[in-house]
């Protein structure tokens, strides 16, 4: 596609469900972000990919959430027994940055969002 | 600290106005320096992006950086409606970092 695709656009779920948010990147784009963006806050950095590969998963804020990239492209991010907190715009971007060399943050384009909230 | 410090309180000017939206920061590291346009219900877009210190213009918008000070700023000349938007401050160090941070945001309103 010509942007970065994200679904569902909006997801409401009750408190204790799972939820699976979905990332289709750029076509051929090599590097994924998952950032969160709460009411007020900035960009929350969660996961990185390059590849099939998570080289950092530092951003994560628990052992609920959980990501994967399968064939290099689609990524979906899980969250296990949501909690209030976790209501939030989850945003996905990609990079054709191949992992070395000097980083070219400009490069980064962001799907519109998944806003998750949670009852 | 956080890394990045950018002031969110709202911000409502008339049409034609100058807007001036800044951010400090405490990683000296940071090489790469970003505005991000988000509308609302959408994904950020890159605005501009400065690398190192210097100032860098794209028609009505400047952005400046002051590493001695790790202060970076932006200007918006003549603002329009279609400005209206939050701006939100991004930054990078040189190799290896695959994240950027980012500020909290300004919401920008331009009033016809």
């Known amino acids: 596609g010509a942007g970065v695709s994200q679904s569902p656009s909006n997801k409401v779920t009750e408190k204790g469900k799972d939820v699976e948010l979905r990332c289709d990147p750029i076509?051929?784009?090599?590097?994924l972000y998952w950032y969160r963006q709460s009411l007020g806050q900035g960009l929350e950095f969660l996961i990185y990919f390059q590849g099939n590969s998570a080289p950092d998963k530092s951003g994560l804020p628990s052992d609920r959430f959980s990501a994967e990239r399968t064939g290099g492209s689609v990524s979906t991010l899980t969250i296990q027994r949501t909690q209030q907190e976790d209501s939030a715009v989850y945003l996905c971007a990609s990079s054709s940055w191949g992992g070395t060399g000097a980083f070219t943050a400009g490069e980064l384009f962001f799907g519109e969002g998944s806003r998750l909230t949670v009852l | 600290q956080k890394e990045v410090e950018q002031d969110p309180g709202p911000l409502s000017v008339p049409e034609g106005a100058i807007v001036s939206l800044n951010c400090t920061y405490s990683n000296s590291a940071f090489q790469y320096f970003m505005w991000y346009r988000q509308y609302s219900r959408k994904g950020p877009e890159l605005l501009m992006y400065t690398y190192s210190s210097g100032n860098k213009e794209d028609g009505r918008f400047t952005a400046q950086v002051d590493k001695s000070s790790k202060y970076i700023s932006l200007f918006i000349r003549d603002s329009q409606p279609s400005d209206s938007a939050t701006y939100l401050c991004?930054?990078?160090?040189?190799?290896?970092?695959?994240?950027?941070?980012f500020g909290k945001g300004n919401q920008v309103v331009v009033i016809p």
């Open positions: 991004a930054m990078s160090d040189l190799y290896g970092n695959n994240r950027l941070a």
């Open positions: 076509s051929g784009h090599t590097a």
